[in-house]
């Protein structure tokens, strides 16, 4: 596959997933990922014995998320559902559930359903699942302020596809399709991404 290279693995954790400044603000009681996890580098995301070049907020990253600041949140997030467009692409895992015209997402943090999914019509503020660009053909959500959403701590932090190779996001991971792909035929339903 082209761009993504292999890897081994223990000294990854222990050498690359550090933060620019060269320290991880995971704590160190923080178990080491297992097969089924993700490991965000500087640079790429390392996944199953291969790196994916991906992008990251346009904050770059950040311990303390805000609504609106742009940035990836740093941490430990869990997968916890896995969205697809059917007109646009097959069906990419088990687990995965179709994006209907209706989905949405909030992003409203004066409304109850603040960083859930939600339906139209909706009157707060909202993040349409199905686009007319590609970017959420595939996506993967993750726990990052969920279940129990904080007002104004952050929503919608997906992976999904980037919009062209590294630009940055509004806090999302992304990918080239290919590569997105490629993990979501390999991901599982609460797989954690460390985000040192």
Known sequence: ??????????EIWRGEARSAEGQSP???STPAPGPDDMV?????LLFRGRRF???????GLTADKREGDGATPRGVLRLTGCLYRPDR???????????????????????????HHVHAPYSGSHERLRRADPLYDLVFLTD???????????SAIFLH?????????EGCIAF????LQWITARAVPGGRIFIP
């Open 161 to 169: 596809q980037w919009r062209r190779p590294r630009f940055p996001t």
């Open 176 to 179: 080239r399709r290919e590569h």
């Open 53 to 59: 070049p991906r992008a990251l907020g346009k904050g």
């Open 144 to 154: 990052w302020n969920w279940p129990d959403s904080v007002p104004g701590r952050g």
């Open 1 to 10: 596959m082209r761009g993504a290279l292999p890897f081994s693995g223990p």
């Open 26 to 28: 995971l704590p160190p």
């Open 40 to 44: 965000l580098t500087p640079t790429q």
């Open 89 to 115: 692409i097959a069906r990419p895992n088990l687990w995965a559930r179709p994006i209907g015209p209706g989905d949405l997402w909030s992003d409203d943090p004066d409304r109850p359903d603040y960083n």
